[in-house]
């Protein structure tokens, strides 16, 4: 799905409270260390470690700032990784595990100091609630409780039950879940411009509508080509998630776009008084997930149902609003006053690439919808490991060990199998 820029129907564009000033493209040859291409929490994040550190640095974004996955999506800040850690046990084995919950309980502090010190814009509110969509589970969420604070001393998870789920979310759609009071929700189209705005205060330069075309060795040097210029830098990152290019090489056939839509209803009124009382996002235990939070004035804003094609549905508030009433019923009156859509990038096993396609060159992406947090640290780590830090350098190759193969198909058919298998799993939400 290509990237035209801020959708129309986007709530985050309408109430973003930090305006950049103009970015142009590059025009002609330019010089600079690193060129970072994609202007998302990834790339924001390198380009912020990189002008801090004094290394001259330069962000291509093909379209606005945060307006692929960074400036449309949910807005809710897990922690951990997509996958548990009894999973990553299983495949990478404990230490290894250890290692990727260390990372990202680093981005998890990182983003609070991020939020603190450049985007206070984004108004992060605590508290993250995983919802099970059917009946039972309630050991197995137990188990999981019990295994983090053993291993990994994780206190901030309890269990709710289905009673005081019903009583905190004002709908019994739900059969119980855990309360994460490590995790929240905040704007996340603040958070990529104030992100951006940092960049620039410390000496970066970000270009709008700068699509990155190609890069080639020249000499001992890379060349980034552009439609109206050619950057020649010594270090090479690569972003964009679902808005990977052909730029990304072999690397884009382990990324599957697939779109996500996102609804906003008017201001809830009294009515908000009765819905996620104590201000938590929420987000369920369906493959195709529906996570939804309130906003500061009492609005409603509701993610829900996935398309795998090129295009989207004709009536996106139509198509989000039919999952939200399956939860809400009672809101069938209430008028939806935004709705928009945007490709997120996923990995086969739902663990994130950092991958590094040739010497000077580093990639990453696929988030798989744990990017609010995961993202900017690893945009940092990318850009301390550029200016040749070894920390970080290791915290990357913990990321990059993680089974990411290419989705089975190649180029051509990968997308009409992967479609054919997520939809199954999406049939099976409604069984």
Not at 177 to 183: N, T
Not at 185 to 194: C, E, F, I
Not at 325 to 352: C, Q
Not at 390 to 400: I, P, Y
């Amino acid at each position: 799905m290509r990237n035209d820029g801020h959708p129309a129907g986007s709530w985050y564009a309408e109430t973003a409270a930090i305006r950049l000033p103009a970015l142009p493209a590059p025009e002609g040859e330019v010089r600079t260390g690193v060129c970072i291409v994609g202007a998302g929490f990834t790339g924001l994040g390198a380009a912020l470690a990189l002008a801090r550190a004094g290394v001259p640095c330069m962000v291509l974004e093909a379209a606005r700032v945060g307006s692929g996955a960074s400036g449309r999506n949910g807005g809710q800040a897990h922690p951990g990784h997509r996958q548990d850690q009894a999973w990553l046990e299983a495949r990478v084995g404990a230490e290894e595990a250890l290692r990727l919950w260390t990372l990202a309980e680093a981005a998890r502090a990182h983003l609070a100091d991020l939020l603190a010190e450049v985007a206070p814009e984004a108004d992060y509110r605590p508290g993250l609630i995983v919802a099970r969509h059917r009946p039972g589970g309630e050991g197995q969420d137990a188990a999981h409780i019990d295994h983090m604070a053993r291993v990994y001393g994780c206190e901030a998870l309890s269990l709710v039950s289905r009673e005081d789920l019903a009583a905190e979310l004002g709908t019994d759609a739900y059969h119980g879940g855990i309360l994460d009071r490590d995790g929240g929700h905040l704007h996340p189209l603040n958070l990529a411009l104030g992100l951006a705005r940092a960049v620039l205060a410390a000496g970066g330069r970000i270009c709008e509508q700068a699509p990155a075309l190609s890069w080639s060795r020249r000499g001992g040097a890379i060349e980034v080509a552009t439609p109206t210029g050619r950057i020649v830098c010594d270090r090479l990152v690569l972003t964009g998630d679902g808005y990977l290019t052909d730029i990304a090489g072999a690397a884009r056939d382990r990324v599957m776009p697939i779109n996500n839509f996102v609804l906003v209803t008017e201001p809830l009124g009294e009515r908000a008084d009765q819905i996620l009382r104590s201000g938590a996002a929420v987000a369920d235990t369906r493959f195709v997930v529906n996570y939804f939070r309130k906003t500061a004035d009492g609005r409603l804003l509701f993610g829900g149902g996935e398309t795998y094609r090129e295009t989207y549905p004709d009536d996106l508030a139509g198509y989000v609003r039919r999952s939200l009433l399956k939860i809400y019923p009672d809101l069938a009156n209430v008028r939806i006053t935004h709705a928009w859509g945007g490709s997120v990038g996923v990995t086969l096993h739902r663990t994130p690439l950092v991958a590094f396609p040739a010497p000077g060159v580093s990639l990453a992406a696929g988030y798989s919808g744990q990017g609010v947090l995961l993202a900017p640290y690893i945009g940092d780590l990318l850009g301390r490991e550029a200016q040749g830090d070894r920390a970080a350098a290791e915290a990357l190759e913990s990321v990059h060990r993680l089974p990411a193969p290419a989705f089975p198909g190649g180029r051509w058919l990968r997308r009409p199998l992967t479609v054919a298998g997520l939809t199954w799993y999406a049939l099976r939400d409604r069984l």
